[in-house]
């Protein structure tokens, strides 16, 4: 396996016009050497799907404030189902109640980071996420 850049897709799924917190993840993650595509907001599950799928990301990270999150994820992870992504690691971010959190990891996604949570932790997470799936980075 040779190594290569891990390739990030940063989107902001549904209404959610707050776009600042995935702009600054996102350049943290190109400066950590990641290669990053910001979809911009206002996204809808299928065109993040098709997104990832063009882009042939490793990583999805969602971002996301609305409180839309449990009706627009599960339809993501089917649109990946569906086109064979079911390797793509998922990561979200914004404002995720305690509640929901336990139901979102069971559907698939690996890190929920919250409001304060460090650009380096998420760039650490990534990276050993990418790691731990044998996508050599």
Partial sequence: MTTRTIRVLVAKPGLDGHDRGAKVVARAL???GME????????????????????????????????????????????????????????????????????????????LFGPGTSTQQIGEFIRNAVAEKGMKA
């Fill in 30 to 32: 190109r400066d950590a």
């Fill in 36 to 111: 990053v595509i910001y979809t911009g907001i206002r996204q809808t599950p299928e065109m993040i799907v098709e997104a990832a799928l063009q882009e042939d990301v490793d990583v999805i990270g969602l971002s996301i404030l609305s409180g839309a999150h449990m009706e627009l994820f599960p339809r993501i992870f089917e649109g990946l189902k569906k086109h064979g992504m079911d390797n793509v690691i998922i990561v979200a971010g914004g404002i995720i109640p305690e509640h929901d959190r336990q139901t979102l990891e069971e559907m698939g996604v690996k890190a």
